[in-house]
């Protein structure tokens, strides 16, 4: 049976394309090979279910036929990457001939293990097969204060990640040596046996173990990199923390992750942003609340009070006879919007401060003030 790409995913076969992704950054976080604990075979089997599972016309073939090609006639269903058994169940269950039952699931199993998951009739070409290695994504936690949240900042990241390899250039090969067509598969790539069968003839391909499906190998391997045309090394990222980004969010950069093997594609970085909480301000959304403590002959009596912003301090008038908890907003004091114009409001609850300790000259007047009913 093929694999059940939902279920290695952990997700509802009607999961949406955003809880795919997540599922499988999830997934891929937690079983990455680098990662104490990680798990190179489970991680290749997520990033398979994920590249088939996050492409749509991949999808759709797969939750039609449970593989990822057009169909399962004519000449599409002997493309490489063909599952024998998923062609021999398509019909009837299996047949009778001579008192005996053939069960063609069991056939088909049969032929997976025979000729590989790359078998095809005789005579029919083989399609080339690119064996560049994209580059793994990479998943960083970068912690920032509340105002550089509120107003973005410029960090410098120091990482150690695969990079290209730069003795070779990312081609493998020791520089002044040659690159040279593989003489095992004639620079094809692949190489095919052809094995008879009561179905027919029938040729098995599979990847040049010389050149690992390049066509082509070098003379004399870097000796850097030893072939691979990338290695590990430290290097220094200079990101831009947008304004108004907030905490638990998440910012991609695109091709700044692993770089590929022999011209793959590099990987993403993906920076998991957390805000260190401040002591004066509490955002919520794009607006900032804060506190303001206020005497009572303040409240009694107005007057106007300095309250700290982001921006620094502004002036807040305070009417006569403001209650405890009383809010006022000041336009545009709050954080920018990530994804639009203009900024939130600051939003200001004022505390009537009740005195704890009165000498006798203020204990007489606050009586006075009883007396006259206040």
Known sequence: MGKDYYQILGVD?????????KAFRKKAHEYHPDKAGGNAEKFKEINEAYQVLSKPERKKQYDQYGTT???????????????????FRQGSGGFRSGGVN???????DIFSDFFGQQSR???QRAARVSHTANGHDLEINLSVDFNE???GIGKTLEIVKMVGCRHCLGNGAEPGTKIETCARCQGQGQISTTQQTFFGAFRSVS?????QGEGKRASQNCSQCQGRGTLKDKVRLKVNIPAGIDDGETIRL???GEAGEKGGQAGDLYLNLSVRPSAEFRRQGYDIHTFQKISFSQASLGGKVKVKTVDGEVSLKIP???QNGRQFILKEKGVPRLRGRGRGNQLVTVEVLVPKDLNRQQKKLVQQLADEGL
């Open 320 to 322: 006569i006879g403001t």
């Open 102 to 108: 053939f069960d063609f699931g069991d056939l088909g």
């Open 69 to 87: 090609f057009e169909g399962f006639g004519g000449q599409a269903a002997y493309d490489a990457g063909f599952n024998w058994s998923d062609l």
């Open 207 to 211: 990847t040049c173990p010389d050149c």
């Open 13 to 21: 076969r009607n999961a949406l394309d955003e809880e795919i992704k």
């Open 254 to 256: 695109a091709g700044e």
């Open 149 to 151: 949240a509120v107003f």
């Open 121 to 123: 009739p005789a005579g």
